[in-house]
C-alpha cells in the first residue's frame, strides 16, 4: 500500500482543552466560566458602525484598507499604540519598534519560531496555556517560577534561561497582579543575566480597581518584548495585537518580522484601519473604561457568590482582568469536580492545564466576564451543587 506522509507521519497532537468545553458550552444549555471571552453586549457596536460609515465616504482610505499591507502594521496604528504608552506609562516607545500581529498571540508564536531551538524558557507557576502550546512547537524548555501574591518568588527564578514569559497584570489564569517591587527584581534579574522578559500584557487596561502598575519594559527597557492586545478592550473578531521590541533590538524585530512574512505576509489591513479610526475619532477611552466597570461588578458578584456558596473554595481576588483562580480543599480533584459541573450545566477549566509540569489538581479557573449577572448567580448555584455531589462520593 502506498505510504501516505499526512496520514502517517504528522505527530498526534492533543487539541485545546480550552476549545474543547468551549464547544460542548456552545449549545447554550451551559453556562460557561470557561473560555476568556470578553462580554458581547459591551462591543461598540454602534461606534464601530461610525466608523465604518466615516472610511466608505472616503474611497482613498478604503482603498488603502482594502489593500495589502506593511508586514510592520498600519503606521498611522503603531503611532496611537506608541503615544498610548507615552501617555498612560511614560515609556518613550517610537512607533518603529512596534509591530502589529494577527492577535497577541501571534507575536507568542513568532517569539517562540525566533527563539533558538531548545531554548530555556522560564513561565510562571501556574501560565497562559496557549503560550505553552507555542512555545512547545518550538520545542523549547521549561523552568517553572513559583507565582505569589505579590508576583514571582524570586528565589525560584533559573540560574540561566532565554527568555522568561510572564503575564504581569491581571495574569491569566490566577488574576495576580505583580507589585512594583516584584517588577523591579524581575528585572534585575534579566539584566544580571542577560535574559529577555517577554511582558505579554493584553488585560491591563482592565483595571476596575487599585493603582496602575508599572510596566517591565519601564525597568528593563532593553529587556523586555511587550505583547499587547485590542481582543480584550475593544474586540477580539479584529484579529489585531503588537509587540513593543526592546529599546535597542533592531535585530529581533527584524527576525520577528521575517517570521511574520512569511506566516502572513501581514495582519489584516482594514481590521488597522478601522481600529486607528476607532481611535482618532475618540472613542477608545470612554469604551474601557465602561467596560473596566462592568467587568468590576461582576467579579465582585462572583466572589460574593464563591464566599457565600462555597466558603471551602479559596479564591484570587483580582483587580482588573478577566479571571479568578480558585484552589478545591486537600483530596479534591478539580477533573473529577468538572465532569459533574458539566451534569449540573456549568463549565470551568481545570486548572492541571496551566502548568508546564507538575500540574495542582485542585485548581480551576472561572472567568467572570462572558455571563451577565443572572448566570454568574446560576452558574454559581450549579457549581455549589455539583461540589456537594463531588464531595459525597
Known amino acids: 500500500m502506498l505510504h501516505v506522509w499526512w496520514q502517517d507521519d504528522l505527530p498526534q497532537r492533543e487539541g485545546s482543552l480550552v476549545r474543547r468545553i468551549l464547544s460542548l458550552a456552545a449549545g447554550g444549555e451551559i453556562i460557561s466560566f470557561a473560555g476568556g471571552l470578553p462580554n458581547a453586549k459591551h462591543f461598540p457596536v454602534q461606534e464601530v458602525g461610525e466608523v465604518l460609515a466615516a472610511?466608505?465616504?472616503?474611497?482613498?482610505?478604503?482603498?488603502?484598507?482594502?489593500?495589502?499591507?506593511?508586514?510592520?502594521?498600519?503606521?498611522?496604528?503603531?503611532?496611537?499604540?506608541a503615544e498610548s504608552y507615552a501617555r498612560k506609562d511614560n515609556l518613550p516607545i517610537k512607533p518603529e519598534q512596534v509591530g502589529i500581529t494577527t492577535g497577541s498571540q501571534q507575536a507568542i508564536d513568532l517569539l517562540s519560531r525566533v527563539l533558538p531551538r531548545g531554548s530555556v524558557v522560564a513561565v510562571e507557576r501556574p501560565t497562559y496555556l496557549a503560550a505553552l502550546s507555542a512555545l512547545r512547537l518550538g520545542e523549547h524548555d521549561f523552568v517553572e517560577v513559583v507565582l505569589e501574591e505579590e508576583g514571582p518568588e524570586v528565589g525560584?527564578?533559573?540560574?540561566?534561561?532565554?527568555?522568561?514569559?510572564?503575564?504581569?497584570?491581571?495574569?491569566?489564569?490566577?488574576?495576580?497582579?505583580?507589585?512594583?517591587?516584584?517588577r523591579e527584581a524581575i528585572a534585575r534579574w534579566a539584566h544580571e543575566r542577560g535574559a529577555l522578559l517577554v511582558e505579554d500584557d493584553p488585560y491591563g487596561e482592565i483595571r476596575f480597581r487599585g493603582d496602575r502598575q508599572r510596566p517591565l519594559a519601564a525597568f528593563a527597557p532593553k529587556h523586555t518584548l511587550l505583547l499587547g492586545s485590542f481582543s480584550k478592550i475593544l474586540a477580539p473578531g479584529m484579529r489585531v495585537g503588537w509587540f513593543v521590541a526592546p529599546e535597542g533590538g533592531g535585530r529581533l524585530f527584524e527576525e520577528m518580522r521575517f517570521v511574520k512574512e512569511s506566516a502572513d505576509l501581514h495582519t489584516s489591513t482594514f481590521a488597522q484601519?478601522?481600529?486607528?479610526?476607532?481611535?482618532?475619532?475618540?472613542?477608545?477611552?470612554?469604551?474601557?473604561?465602561?467596560?473596566?466597570?462592568?467587568?468590576?461588578?461582576?467579579?465582585?458578584?462572583?466572589?460574593?457568590?464563591?464566599?457565600?456558596?462555597?466558603?471551602?473554595?479559596?479564591?484570587?481576588?483580582?483587580?482588573?482582568?478577566?479571571?479568578?483562580?480558585?484552589?478545591?480543599?486537600?483530596?479534591?480533584?478539580?477533573?473529577?469536580?468538572?465532569?459533574?459541573?458539566?451534569?449540573?450545566?456549568?463549565?470551568?477549566?481545570?486548572?492541571?492545564?496551566?502548568?508546564?509540569?507538575?500540574?495542582?489538581?485542585?485548581?480551576l479557573r472561572i472567568n467572570f466576564t462572558a455571563e451577565d449577572e443572572g448566570g454568574i448567580e446560576e452558574g454559581v448555584r450549579r457549581l455549589a451543587r455539583a461540589y456537594a455531589r463531588c464531595l459525597r462520593r
Not at 56 to 71: D, H, V
Not at 342 to 347: D, S, T, W
Request: hydrophobic share 45%.
Open 156 to 182: 525560584s527564578l533559573p540560574e540561566r534561561a532565554a527568555a522568561f514569559y510572564a503575564v504581569p497584570n491581571f495574569q491569566n489564569p490566577s488574576g495576580i497582579t505583580w507589585s512594583n517591587a516584584r
Open 273 to 363: 484601519v478601522v481600529i486607528a479610526e476607532y481611535y482618532r475619532r475618540g472613542f477608545a477611552q470612554a469604551h474601557i473604561e465602561a467596560v473596566a466597570r462592568a467587568y468590576g461588578k461582576r467579579a465582585a458578584l462572583m466572589r460574593e457568590l464563591f464566599h457565600e456558596l462555597l466558603p471551602e473554595v479559596r479564591t484570587t481576588d483580582p483587580e482588573g482582568g478577566m479571571f479568578l483562580w480558585a484552589v478545591l480543599p486537600e483530596g479534591m480533584d478539580a477533573r473529577e469536580l468538572f465532569t459533574i459541573a458539566l451534569e449540573e450545566g456549568v463549565a470551568f477549566v481545570p486548572g492541571d492545564v496551566f502548568y508546564a509540569s507538575a500540574p495542582e489538581r485542585r485548581t
Open 55 to 81: 472610511i466608505s465616504q472616503e474611497p482613498p482610505l478604503m482603498r488603502l484598507a482594502l489593500q495589502y499591507g506593511e508586514t510592520d502594521g498600519y503606521y498611522p496604528l503603531r503611532e496611537i499604540i
